[in-house]
């Protein structure tokens, strides 16, 4: 199989850039999935070690891939310990 899409990427040369970026797109939607099974504290892999692992974060800790406008070193905490 590889060796007949060789064979039409020799063939048909403009087909290279949509294989790059198709193959780019599929890595890195995967290592997003991986990060999410991972680092998300929404995710519980131990239950018996740590079966609610949401209430051992801190005000501080930033779980969110992205924040615009958020400076999480200066939060107060505004919850209750359980």
Same mark, same amino acid.
């Given at each position: 199989?590889?060796?007949? $899409?060789?064979?039409?990427?020799? %063939?048909?040369?403009?087909?290279? /850039?949509?294989?790059?970026?198709?193959?780019?797109?599929?890595?890195?939607?995967?290592? +997003?999935?991986?990060?999410?099974?991972?680092?998300? #504290? &929404? $995710?519980?892999? &131990?239950?018996?070690?740590? #079966?609610? #692992?949401? %209430?051992?974060?801190? #005000?501080? @800790?930033? +779980?969110?891939?992205?924040? $615009? %406008?958020? &400076? +999480?070193?200066?939060?107060?905490? @505004?919850? /209750? @310990?359980?």
């Amino acid at each position: 199989m590889l060796a007949t $899409v060789r064979k039409q990427l020799r %063939n048909h040369p403009a087909l290279i /850039p949509l294989f790059i970026f198709i193959g780019g797109g599929a890595a890195m939607s995967m290592l +997003y999935l991986a990060r999410l099974g991972l680092r998300n #504290p &929404d $995710v519980c892999w &131990d239950r018996k070690n740590n #079966p609610e #692992p949401w %209430n051992k974060l801190g #005000p501080t @800790d930033q +779980y969110k891939f992205f924040a $615009v %406008n958020m &400076d +999480y070193s200066k939060l107060k905490k @505004d919850r /209750p @310990d359980f």
